[in-house]
Structures are given as structure tokens and as C-alpha cells.
């Protein structure tokens, strides 16, 4: 984030309140979801009872072609949850990308992928959403409600792909406003990516009924 203090007067400011900086400890990230679900407003941080979850995928090959489909996904979920569902009051996003598979170091299920590769999926601006990622790069939505019933803005790789029918895209929307690497400790992950994204949407149930999700807001990490 930029900072828009005259020098002079953050001079003062130091001179007045004492610059402490030096002294501060680094607050640990936690993801955090905001929106507007149906006209309720819900928000949730990342902490004992919302965990962080993050995984990539692939396909090779794809529509006949010499290209990859990669996948990485990122979601804020409940840990506690009422019996006989598996999630509730998660969000999930996904980010597809489509690439030649000469630009990947090898096969992609053993070899990880290039750095530039990795950081390039999620960059500042719109992005687009897309239904089948298959055919087509781009963003996929999943919200799972209280009573556990999954609602996505497109198919996703799961046994309850949804929605049936291809939805209308017009009028949603979905930015990236911060992108940045993290640096990765031994023996973790290859990659992380900080990321912040606002999105309005609809999502669908696999019955073709649907949820408006306005004004979100999702701050989270992207691992591989």
C-alpha cells in the first residue's frame, strides 16, 4: 500500500508521537472474508474455528492440445460443523490458468512450476469467470451455506459439479487489488502468494436455484 504522507509532516508526527517501528513485532496474516450473502452480511477471520485450505491441480492436455490447465485454490473454512454435512459457511476460489506445457519444467504432476508461471495467475486487475475450466482459463467461486449446501459459479473438479447449465456472467465481477510473494520456509511450500480480491456474483446450486454475493472481500495466501 502506498503511503500519502507529505515527508514533512510524517517528520512531525515521528517528533510528536515517537517513531516505534523498529519495535513493533510483525503481526502474523490471517485470511479474512467479508460479503454480502442474499442481503445478510457475514464476515470471518482466519482462526480456531476458520481454517486456511489451499491445493493445485492439473490438466494436461487439455482439449486435445499441448496445454496444461492449472488450478490453485484457496478457501476459508469452518472447522466446526453440524453433523451429516462435510462443509459450511466456506467460501473457496480458484484460479485456472491455461498454458503451453513446453512452459512448464517437465511433467506437470512430478516437476513444479516455473516461478514466473506461479505469480502470473494472480495478477492485479479483473480477471474473467469461467464455467467449464476445461475449455477455458479463469475464476470459480464456491460458497458452502450453513446447512452445508454447495453453491458455485462454476464446475469445479468435485463429484456435485454444478451449476447444470452455463450462467449469465454479465453482470459479475472480480479484481485482484493486491498480489505479492511470501518468503517460504524450508521444507514447506515451493511458493506462496499473498492475495487480495473483491468480487460481486452469482452462484448456483445444482438444482439451478442461486445466491448473490455482493461486496466481497477475500484477503488469503495461494500455496503450491
Known amino acids: 500500500m502506498k503511503s500519502h504522507f507529505n515527508f514533512g509532516f510524517a517528520i512531525l508526527i515521528c517528533l510528536v508521537i515517537g517513531c516505534k517501528k523498529n519495535n513493533e513485532e510483525v503481526k502474523p496474516f490471517l485470511a479474512s472474508f467479508q ?8 464476515s470471518y477471520e482466519q482462526s480456531a474455528d476458520y481454517r486456511l485450505a489451499g491445493g493445485g491441480s492439473f490438466i494436461n492436455n487439455i482439449n486435445g492440445t499441448d496445454s496444461a490447465g492449472i488450478g490453485i485454490l484457496s478457501g476459508l473454512y469452518k472447522v466446526q460443523f453440524e453433523p451429516d454435512t462435510i462443509i459450511q459457511n466456506s467460501i473457496y476460489v480458484f484460479f485456472i490458468e491455461h498454458i503451453p506445457e513446453d512452459s512448464l519444467n517437465g511433467a506437470p504432476f512430478i516437476v513444479p512450476l516455473p516461478d514466473r508461471v506461479f505469480r502470473r495467475i494472480f495478477t492485479l486487475g479483473d480477471h474473467v469467470y469461467t464455467f467449464l475450466p476445461s475449455i477455458k482459463g479463469g475464476i470459480i467461486v464456491t460458497w458452502y451455506d450453513m446447512k452445508g449446501k454447495k453453491w458455485a459459479t462454476g464446475r469445479d ?23 505479492n510473494p511470501i518468503t517460504v520456509q524450508t521444507g514447506t511450500y515451493i511458493y506462496k502468494q499473498e492475495v487480495h480480491m473483491i468480487f460481486n456474483c452469482w452462484v ?14 477475500f484477503n488469503t495466501i495461494y500455496t503450491y
Open 157 to 179: 473438479n468435485s463429484w456435485d459439479t454444478i451449476p447444470g447449465a452455463r450462467p449469465h456472467y454479465s453482470n459479475n465481477s472480480f479484481s485482484v487489488t493486491f498480489s
Open 204 to 217: 448456483y446450486n445444482k438444482e439451478g436455484d442461486s445466491l448473490h454475493i455482493e461486496n466481497a472481500k
Open 35 to 42: 460479503a454480502t450473502i442474499n442481503k445478510v452480511q457475514i
